[in-house]
């Protein structure tokens, strides 16, 4: 692809010869111009997209698919982290109890254990939900991505398809011979 491209930037810098050149403002081009570098891309471009294309709907089920199953794993540490949360407070309540057996030997001591325990479980469930929402915000840019790589791919199929099917048989002939004399003068300045 990065051939096709270099392609363009050499032909948009080519020195006119005498009153024939080509006209890089695409808006005030002539059909023949247009021709010309349609022809190149298609010649070009041809096996480029043809293989390796999924259709729009299955890249979007599978993207969907992925983020609902990271959705499902993040609740599902979610919950381990309830239920940690949960034997947490239960060894807090143990703990409690040990308290008031060893208050005169060590209050302050299981006071900041306690405070420890619970700090430590609040954070790790908010570490948690933070992973969870940045999964699933790196999941939807990464599928808004590929959306619209989709819909710029069909565009530019679209717009090809109405060329080829603007394009008659001696006009094409035409094109492309003059896409052919152009590479061979190309290759010739090149060598």
Known sequence: ??????????????????????????????????????????????????????????????????????????????????????????????VETEADQFRVNGYSEIEREKMNLINSIYKTLEQLENYKNETIQFEQQKAINQVRQRVFQQALEGALGTLNSCLNNELHLRTINANIGMLGTMNEITD
């Open 1 to 94: 692809m990065k051939n096709v491209t270099d392609s363009f930037v050499f032909l948009g810098h080519w020195p006119s010869a005498g009153s024939f050149g080509f006209n890089t403002d695409i808006l005030s081009t002539n059909l023949i111009n247009l021709s010309v570098v349609l022809g190149v891309l298609i010649f070009f471009g041809k096996g480029v997209c043809a293989d390796n294309l999924l259709s729009l709907s299955d890249l979007l089920d599978n993207r969907k698919e992925r983020i609902l199953s990271t959705i499902r794993n993040s609740e599902e540490l979610r919950g381990k982290a309830i239920e940690q949360l949960e034997k947490a407070r239960a060894r807090l309540k143990k």
